[in-house]
């Protein structure tokens, strides 16, 4: 997570939703750096903990932005984090299929490696209400970019990053009805933005 004083923004990292690559390229422009275990804060907790916080030390009420990817391509990009070549140890998902993988993320609770969290935690609040300004599509790249343009008034180049290897991960009809039913508030929020133009605005 990084804050930025001059722009008023915040970034709220989701993981699987190009994090990395975003804060390669905004890193050296951040005021305030969060990483390792707080790499990956929740918007709820920023809201609750860090916002105060920000606006009684510094008078500093950031905007925040974020990434939301399709959820069975963010999910498919877990599976290939945890099945590439040396990987391994609990949270290890080789010689899983894609469909054995999904059915084990929607278990409750879920096995190691399989607890990948999910990204509508990671936004909302205890109430399901979006709890960043600015939420991007994942696919919506130029959207992100022509935002950040504006913003730090300079162009913005994001290279990817931590990128896993292509392997093909087919997910079954059946299952993936299963996981639509299981993540279905997350499918909405995703086609929410989606129907936004890639580009939601919210006033929390």
Known sequence: MLVFSDQRLAFIAVPKTGTTAIEMALRPKADIIFGKQRKHMTAQRFHRRIAPFLNNAFDLQPERFAVIREPEEQIRSWYRYRTREGHEGSKSAIGLSFDEFVQDVIKDPPPPHAGIGSQIKMLTGSRGQVMVHHLFAYEAQPKLRAFL???????????QKNVSPDTDAPLTPEIRTRLRDARAEEFTLYDRVQQAGGHLITDI
């Open 149 to 159: 343009n504006d913003r730090f008034g300079t162009e913005i180049l994001l290279k």
